[in-house]
């Protein structure tokens, strides 16, 4: 069978619409190994294993090779990924086993472009979320040393009542002491007057001067019979 150049054309231009070429950027790179993969329903399971497979999204599209023919490479879109392992669906899958190694074992290089993008963005939210971090972990150093401040000015104003509550406690006994002194005064001045009392109330019942000299005598029930001696 002869060879037509637009036969040759029409590949060409096939092959540069269904393989892509890895980008430069190295954040889209990544290596994993064929688990299992099925020719019918064109499916490839990988097993990799870097952290940011975490930006690998369902739909995202990536280029596969084998890195001892990297001018052969196969497209593919990712169906699903666990944290070890993505499934992968190859639109040519017939084709791309003839450009490229593709069988259960194989490692290979893999590029996404949207994997780049996804990094782009997630290092834009970290680059954010430091920046937020940043102001608060001043705000939580400010509200620490609010909360050690409190404790300082909850020992000086504990020093403070405690200088008052023995001020307090010390005019407190002076005074209970001047009251004890008061009324140790006031019960002297009251023994004293007590006792002039009674002398003077003593004295009038000695020198009681009577109104009559003469008594009633009663010696007899008839009132009329009384008489004074």
Known sequence: MKWSPFKSLFIYFSLLFLFDVAASSSDGIFSGRISTLNGVSGLVKVKVDFSNIRYLNK???????DQSVKLKKCTGFILGKTNEYLLIKIPNFKLCQKLAYIKE????????QDLVNNLKMGRELVAILKKKRLALLNKVRKNKREVDSYIDKVD?????????????????KKELSRLEEDKVNALR??????????DVEFKMERY??????????????????????
């Open 59 to 65: 739909k995202d599209r990536v280029t596969f090779w």
């Open 105 to 112: 074992g194989a490692y290979l290089k893999f590029f996404s």
């Open 156 to 172: 000086a104003l504990n020093g403070r009542y405690d200088a008052l509550t023995l001020k307090l406690r010390r005019e407190w």
């Open 189 to 198: 001045i009251y023994k004293n007057s007590l006792s002039n009392l009674e």
């Open 208 to 229: 009681k001067v009577e109104d009559e000299n003469l008594k009633l005598d009663r010696w007899s029930l008839d009132t009329r019979l009384f008489y004074k001696k």
